[in-house]
């Protein structure tokens, strides 16, 4: 198998000559000695932990070098290490270097977006990783140090790169799309998220829009229809010589969607793009992963890949955890079925998630449950928000709500006497009465922001009630 890295490429990337006699083959980059694998590069990152304090055990733990500043004070089992003056920065140059040697013929995708970033990344991996050697993000490695650390362990071969980018304050996008130089980028929706941070939705959808800034020229940009800020978009776009590329529902759209049929399985429609119809299955529900696949079906198309082929794999793929997983639950001699939206919140995704809750079929889940965290960095707007939910819980049918958080108070007490379960302020004290309440035939929808930490209640009910699998 050939190294991700060389020592002497690691040097050219670094400007900087290894610390150390010998030379190495690097497999992986790691700032983590937790997950670390042998063969490892070990990156000392400062960031709540100094990263420098580990060195020694990632090296114990079988790394083959470490990225050090140059302060460093080398201990008696180091190894190789290489000497920046910030192991963040140093990081950059290995991950600007990894997407300068790929082939003239790889294609680069990044993705963003106010809801929707990493379940439309995952749809990409599955899709392209039938095309060919395909890299994407972990999880949600999307920040100032994710993004770099995904494109240093991007290997020589890969021919379909996708990377997530995501943002907290404007400006953040802008220098991590530079890097990526993707040839396409999709902006999944604009909604009113991160309000703690802006002025306006519309400075969220200009700080969004950074993500084009970095598209390779006569780029794709990715742009949702159906939003109030694509022509917006639109324009940003066109404004850094982009070719915008619309999607959605909107017979309007340059990639739409007819013929929707949702069921509790996932959904089946037609994808028509460039004078092309394809019939497409999804195995996860909604409405809004639906609105996904299409910004998927945009991006194959825009970078030249085998759409038809591609958009096969979404036939099995199902939600990961914490972004929309089912798990039948054992409860009264019968089943409840669990869907665990516990890891991200904001309107549009609350609203979503609400909406799929509300087309499972009462004939085999009677009684809809919805368990509510709160929404977080929605700033000054944070009540009115919260209270507006009040129409899509009733639009989705819920027969009991519980809540957690300051801010899902108000609308907690708005709701009628019969709908209400139980209010906590932390997501701890609410397990208990969840599981008190919870009967066979019930369908039990959990979505909060990550910081609620609802998750901790799903893992209860699944711990007490026994997982029975995923659901089908």
């Not at 990344?121 to 999307?142: F, I, V």
């Not at 906590?424 to 930490?453: C, F, P, Q, W, Y």
Request: proline residues 4%.
């Amino acid at each position: 198998m050939q190294p991700l890295w060389a020592s002497s490429e690691l040097s050219a990337a670094l400007g900087v000559e290894p610390d150390g006699s010998g030379s190495v083959s690097i497999t992986g980059v790691s700032i983590d000695t937790r997950s670390l694998h042998h063969g490892d590069l070990f990156v000392a990152l400062k960031d709540q932990r100094d990263g420098h304090d580990f060195v020694p055990a990632a090296f114990k733990a079988g790394a083959s070098a470490a990225l050090v500043s140059r302060s460093y004070s080398r201990q008696a089992d180091d190894g190789i290490l290489f000497r920046v003056s910030d192991p963040l920065d140093g990081l950059v140059g290995i991950g600007r270097a990894a997407r300068q040697r790929l082939g003239k013929e790889a294609r680069i995708v990044a993705v963003t977006g106010s809801a929707g970033k990493t379940g439309t990344k995952e749809m990409l991996r599955a899709c392209l990783s039938r095309l060919g050697a395909t890299h994407a993000s972990e999880k949600s490695y999307n920040n100032h140090w994710g993004v770099p650390l995904t494109l240093a362990r991007m290997p020589r071969d890969t021919q379909f790169g996708i990377f997530e980018i995501g943002m907290n304050h404007a400006g953040e996008i802008r220098p991590l799309t530079k890097m990526v130089r993707p040839h396409a980028a999709i902006i999944t929706t604009v909604e009113a998220v991160h309000l703690e941070h802006f002025p306006s939705v519309e400075a969220i959808a200009d700080a969004k829009g950074e993500i084009f800034e970095g598209l390779l020229p006569g780029g794709a940009a990715i742009i949702k229809y159906d939003n109030p800020y694509a022509r917006r978009l639109v324009a940003t776009a066109s404004r850094f010589g982009a070719r915008p590329v619309t999607f959605g529902f909107d017979s309007h759209a340059d990639v739409r969607a007819t013929d929707f049929r949702p069921s509790d399985a996932g959904s089946d429609f037609t994808v028509h793009l460039g004078g092309r119809t394809l019939s497409v299955h999804l195995a996860m529900p909604g409405r809004h992963i639906a609105e996904n696949a299409l910004a998927v079906a945009a991006t194959l198309d825009a970078i030249g890949a085998d759409v038809a082929r591609g958009l096969a794999a979404l036939s099995d793929l199902a939600p990961p955890n914490g972004r929309g997983a089912r798990s039948l639950l054992c409860v009264g001699g019968g089943r409840a079925l669990l869907i665990d939206e516990s890891y991200n919140a904001n309107p549009a995704s609350m609203k979503a998630a609400l909406a799929t809750l509300g087309a499972v079929a009462r004939e085999t889940y009677a009684r809809r449950i919805a368990v509510l965290g709160d929404m977080l960095e929605l700033g000054n707007d944070a009540p009115a928000l919260h209270a507006g939910l009040k129409g899509a819980i009733d639009a989705a049918g819920v027969d009991l709500v519980f809540a957690c958080g300051p801010h899902m108070k108000g609308l907690y007490d708005a709701l009628p006497a019969a709908m209400k379960g139980g209010y906590s302020l932390t997501s701890s004290s609410i397990e208990t009465t969840l599981a008190d309440h919870l009967r066979a035939g019930d369908v039990v929808m959990v979505k909060a922001s990550n910081g609620t930490r609802l998750g901790a209640v799903v893992a209860a009910l699944k711990s007490r009630f026994g997982k029975d699998g995923p659901a089908a």
